[in-house]
């Protein structure tokens, strides 16, 4: 087990490391002067771009030696400074952020497990099941092909704008302010169920049909003909299915957490919900360069955590890798 | 090694498979859309042409006109052909480095193997749209081409993986075996030994791929970081957010593009589920 977590553990690092050096690397080797992009828009006067022009090459750190800016990016990193946003000048980077930081683990994490859960439970019901395969698999489809804006917009227009039972902007009622009470707790909800429920089925969808598929692989396996030779009872053998299918599942949870990540931005973007999605709206639409790279760092983060929580669920579930039998392959 | 008579086999379950004929079908439909469609209108993508702003279809406009009074049709058959553009170039480019490291990391073993997996697991972890989503931010001018392989080159690492174990469990076959004891030169045994075993698999990465970089692409032009230069689906449903559609009640303006980008992902996603059923005996119903 501690070689299994211990391997993972260093990719994490190796991954934080190439994600931080991308983040430094970029601005500074992409074509055209970041700076001078930065200000091409909105400043009007000579003398105030030039003022402009020594503060951010300042703030970027551009006027020392290569190798110092890499370290000192790394410096300031550890110290939390991400630099000062453009958009919401003079607030720190940092502090935008992670106001955000709530919204989305408020909007991700119920998505991501309970369409996780349901979606499994539900492909495992509907495989070898004929009637269920035919009528709802296509829908599974259907769903997992469906880009997640265009499913938010479609909720959005059909319960917020025709039907109006549902808000479609912000992440509670504009005449309120946050406190604790029950209208605010139910205007919070009320903002957040349709995104909510667009990432939730855009993923149930992928999920039971990949439950689905591998179900039908693991009844097809010797072991589950050999307890039907047994005449074990269907019901047995499909658990023992189950079981080995949700290997798969959970790797490929966390293979899938960079998509659902992306689902949840423009879910944000469609619904005004004030997460990163929305800030990084704000960020490009303003050229806000040293929020978008914060936010990039801060959805590395979040990855590398999720990650290593699923790594640790993996190792709660699957026998093998506490006894050390597979720490090659996974 | 295919004789024949198993390709007949092969031609009959795929011609049976209906999974098959329906995702086909679709994409077939859609592709010639998008060669015929251009031809089938006078006006340009982002001509202004209906005074009147935002128009429901119509005879005159079939998918109505945006708030600019510009044509949904013409932008919606424009942006069909970015949408197939960047699924070929990216997911073909995707396709391609996945087979590369996959066949080199699969094959070599070792030490290079170590190294190409620790390489492909660290971009497996980074998630694909925050490293574009950077890149684009600081790309002034934006083309399809460019945004292709910008996700090709992020979309390779599952590819890799999955070949790489592939080929991990072909290289120790006794063909293999003969081959290498034949003086055969490794490039040449991956290319006329191990790849030919593997086509079908191969095949249905391209595919999976192929509607992956569709979706990124969507993505990606939904939060404004699409081409500068070009129509395409995600850009309309992108602007259609932007000014209000929503609330205006403008669906003709964001229903179409999404539609598109759902029915073609889907007919792939499909298609590859029929391909499998088809080469994969195991898989087909009784």
């Given at each position: 087990m501690r070689r299994y977590l211990?391997?993972?553990?260093?990719i994490y690092i190796l991954t934080f490391f190439l994600a931080v050096t991308?983040?430094?690397?970029?601005p500074r080797f992409m074509p055209g002067d970041p700076v001078q992009t930065m200000l091409s828009r909105g400043l009007l006067h000579a003398e105030g771009v030039e003022v402009m022009y020594g503060y951010y090459t300042r703030a970027f750190g551009l006027d020392v030696p290569i190798w110092q800016q890499y370290l000192n990016f790394w410096s300031a990193l550890f110290h939390g400074d991400l630099g000062t946003s453009v958009y919401l000048f003079p607030q720190p980077v940092a502090r935008v952020i992670m106001r955000a930081v709530p919204y989305d683990i408020f909007l991700?994490?119920?998505?991501?497990?309970?369409?996780?859960?349901a979606g499994n439970k539900f492909g495992a019901f509907a495989a070898r099941t004929k009637w269920l395969d035919n009528t709802i698999l296509p829908i599974g489809y259907i769903l997992t092909a469906t880009p997640y804006m265009w499913l938010g917009i479609l909720l959005a227009w059909a319960f917020g704008v025709v039907l109006g039972i549902f808000p479609i902007a912000g992440a509670y009622g504009f005449e309120l302010r946050p406190h604790l009470s029950w209208t605010f707790i139910g205007s919070v909800l009320k903002h957040w169920f349709l995104p909510f429920a667009s990432l939730f089925l855009v993923k149930f969808g992928g999920w039971a049909i990949g439950m689905r598929n591998m179900i039908i692989y693991e009844l097809e396996a010797d072991y589950s003909h050999y307890l039907e030779a047994l005449g074990a009872p269907r019901k047995l053998v499909r658990k023992y299915a189950f079981r080995n299918a949700i290997l798969p599942q959970i790797t490929g949870l966390s293979l899938d957490l960079g998509v659902i990540v992306a689902g949840a931005l423009v879910t944000e973007v469609v619904f005004s919900y004030p997460g990163i999605g929305y800030l990084i709206l704000q960020a490009i639409q303003n050229q806000d360069y040293f929020l978008i790279q914060g936010c990039f760092l801060f959805i590395i983060i979040g990855v590398l955590l999720a990650n290593f929580a699923i790594d640790i669920a993996y190792v709660i579930v699957d026998p093998r890798t506490r006894l050390g039998m597979m720490g090659e392959t996974a | 090694m295919t004789n024949p008579k198993k390709k007949n086999e092969i031609l009959y379950f795929a011609l049976r498979n209906n999974k098959l004929r329906v995702g086909l079908t679709i994409i077939i439909l859609f592709l010639v859309l998008t060669f015929v469609g251009p031809m089938l209108t006078d006006y340009a993508p982002y001509d202004y042409l209906n005074p009147k702003g935002a128009q429901p279809p119509s005879s005159e406009y079939w998918f109505g006109t945006t708030m600019f009074g510009q044509d949904v049709f013409t932008q919606?058959?424009?942006g069909l052909k970015a949408t197939f553009l960047v699924g070929a170039i990216g997911g073909g480019l995707g396709t391609f480095i996945g087979i590369l490291i996959g066949f080199t990391a699969g094959y070599r073993g070792g030490i290079i193997d170590e190294l190409l997996n620790t390489l492909t697991n660290i971009v497996l972890v980074i998630p694909t749209l925050a490293i574009l989503l950077i890149i684009a931010a600081y790309l002034t001018v934006r083309g399809i081409l460019v945004e292709s392989i910008f996700i090709g080159c992020t979309a390779w690492p599952w590819a890799?993986?999955?070949i790489r174990a592939q080929t991990f469990s072909l290289r120790s076959r006794d063909f293999v075996d003969l081959a290498r004891l034949s003086g055969m030169r490794a490039w040449k045994i991956i290319f006329t030994e191990i790849a030919p075993n593997m086509m079908s698999?191969?095949?249905?990465?391209?595919?999976?791929?192929?509607?992956?970089?569709?979706?990124?692409?969507?993505?990606?032009?939904?939060?404004g970081l699409g081409p500068t230069n070009a129509v395409s689906l995600g850009l309309m449903m992108n602007n259609a957010v932007l000014w209000g559609a929503l609330l205006l009640g403008i669906w003709w303006w964001f229903v179409p593009p999404g539609v598109a980008i759902m029915a073609i992902v889907g007919a792939l996603y499909v298609t590859n589920v029929g391909l499998d059923e088809v080469f994969n005996p195991k898989l087909r119903e009784m």
């Open positions: 211990g391997r993972k553990i260093l991308i983040d430094w690397l970029i991700l994490l119920p998505a991501i497990l309970l369409s996780w859960f | 919606f058959v424009h890799a993986r999955a698999y191969l095949l249905l990465v391209f595919i999976l791929q192929f509607g992956g970089a569709i979706l990124i692409a969507a993505t990606l032009d939904f939060i």
